[in-house]
């Protein structure tokens, strides 16, 4: 009869070969100290991102940067304009950031050898908690106007946003916005309405006092929310502006 050998089971092998190095209540407690060490480091995260030092430059290894992902203060500010977004402290930031970015952040400062002191974010205003006057940015100042993007999250901004906040990234833009509203009305005015046949003349002067009563709504409006143009609110920590 023959003899049939028992086939090696790794997991119970790699279990037996570990308990002759150390014992499990050793592990546990190894374990234990990673996951500690591990919690206060993601404490230390969230205090900064809650906090941070505001006119701190972290002092990053340039060698080990990614150059797609380093921007300078101007190119956010041309996004922040086209888009109408805001770059503020991370402080500001009202929602809790993503575990993933906490993850991008320790890997950074392990692979930097730093500990990262500031952070930036750039997304629509109702993202923060501004005081009383959709897809967020993780940056890190690296001094000199240049900023270092960590994790970007959250849905991406809808499509047509650029096109929508067009008339509000200065006046120039706005005035523009409102002759053309003020044109397209004035061609609704039915012809006979003020006389049998409309002139040029008269069109111009429905034109003219089309393009007042607009404009005096937007103003009014603009006044009451205490709203701003882009190009001058993109860094503002206040909420109407």
């Not at 404490?43 to 992902?69: H, M, P, S, W, Y």
């Not at 952070?119 to 967020?136: G, V």
């Not at 709504?217 to 006044?223: E, P």
Request: charge should be positive.
């Amino acid at each position: 009869m023959k003899m049939k050998l028992a086939r090696t089971h790794i997991p119970k092998k790699i279990v037996r070969a570990r308990n002759k190095r150390t014992s499990e209540e050793a592990i546990l407690n190894a374990v234990q100290e990673i996951l500690a060490e591990d919690f206060i480091k993601d404490e230390i995260i969230a205090a900064t991102l809650a906090n941070g030092q505001q006119d701190f430059q972290n002092n990053f290894n340039v060698d080990l940067l990614e150059t797609g992902k380093i921007f300078h203060l101007s190119d956010i500010e041309k996004m922040c304009i086209e888009y109408r977004l805001r770059f503020l402290d991370s402080n500001y930031y009202k929602a809790a950031l993503p575990y993933e970015a906490i993850s991008k952040i320790k890997a950074l400062e392990k692979e930097h050898d730093l500990e990262i002191k500031r952070f930036k974010i750039m997304a629509p205003a109702k993202a923060f908690k501004l005081k009383n006057a959709d897809d967020p940015l993780l940056f890190a100042p690296m001094g000199n106007n240049y900023h270092y993007l960590i994790h970007s999250w959250g849905r991406d901004l809808h499509p047509f946003r650029k096109l929508l906040m067009w008339p509000f990234r200065q006046l120039e833009n706005f005035i523009f916005f409102l002759l053309m509203i003020s044109l397209l009305l004035t061609s609704l005015v039915p012809e006979g309405l003020f006389s049998y046949k409309q002139t040029t003349s008269e069109f111009f002067m429905i034109l003219f006092f089309m393009f007042k009563w607009v404009a005096g709504m937007s103003i009014f409006y603009g006044f009451k929310k205490g709203k701003n143009f882009s190009a001058d609110s993109w860094q503002s920590t206040y909420y109407n502006a």
